[in-house]
Structure formats: C-alpha cells, structure tokens
C-alpha cells in the first residue's frame, strides 16, 4: 500500500479547514464595518452573529486535535509500517473532524459534539497503540 493512501486524509482534512477559514472570513467581513474592529478577535465577541461565532470557534478547534493526527499520521507515513486498517482509521479520523464541524457549525448540540469528540480521541489513540503494539 502506498503511503499516498496513508496521506489522502491529511490533505483532505486541510482542505476542510480552508473551507472552515472560508466560511469564518465571509462572516467576519460581512459583518465587520471596521476592519480595525477585528485586530483581535476577543474584541469581536458578541458582535457577530452565533454562526459566525462558531466557525471562528470550530476554525480554532481544527488546530487543536487534527495537529495530533497531522503528526501521528506523518510519522506512520515514514514509519511506512502501515495496513488498509490504518489507512482506514485516518479516514474515520477525518470524518469525524467534518461531523464535529457540521454539528458545531448547525444545531451546536454540546454533547454529541463532546461524543464525536472522544471517538476521534479513540481513533487516534487506536492508531498509536497499533503502532507500538503491533
């Protein structure tokens, strides 16, 4: 298996955020009448709409948990000890990431956010004991 396979997720998961960054810029330029308003971004808090505030708000989130994938998954790749499992589990990863966004993003229900939330933090850590274990 090629590590392009292992790889794909990450480069998928990236574009998502850009799409993230996409939606959080549209809202912050629609609804900013000074852009010196927004030289810091706590400034903005309760200015914007709620969607707004969740893209930004789930923006930040895809720079906190992916980063342990990006890494994780970077090192299974120049390992290059990896199977259609893994393969398999980056993919669950991103999916979950692209569920936590359209929830946060949609109806914002806390705890299934919190429920994708752990299923990521399981998938990754199934990645990494596979790893270690295997």
Known sequence: MSQTA????IF???LWTSVIFL?????RVKHTKNP????????LKGTMPDWVER?????NHLFEQPVA??????CIAVIN??????????WAFVVLRIMHSLVQLTFNLVLLRFFIFAMGWLVLALMA???LFA
Do not use: E, I, R
């Open 36 to 43: 010196q308003d927004a030289a810091h971004s706590k400034d």
């Open 55 to 59: 893209a930004a708000d789930n923006y």
């Open 12 to 14: 998928v998961l990236v």
């Open 81 to 90: 000890n990896f199977d259609c499992f893994m393969v398999q589990l980056a």
């Open 69 to 74: 994938f990006y890494a994780l998954t970077l």
């Open 23 to 27: 939606v959080l810029a549209f809202g």
């Open 6 to 9: 292992l790889l794909t997720p």
């Open 129 to 131: 004991y596979s790893q």
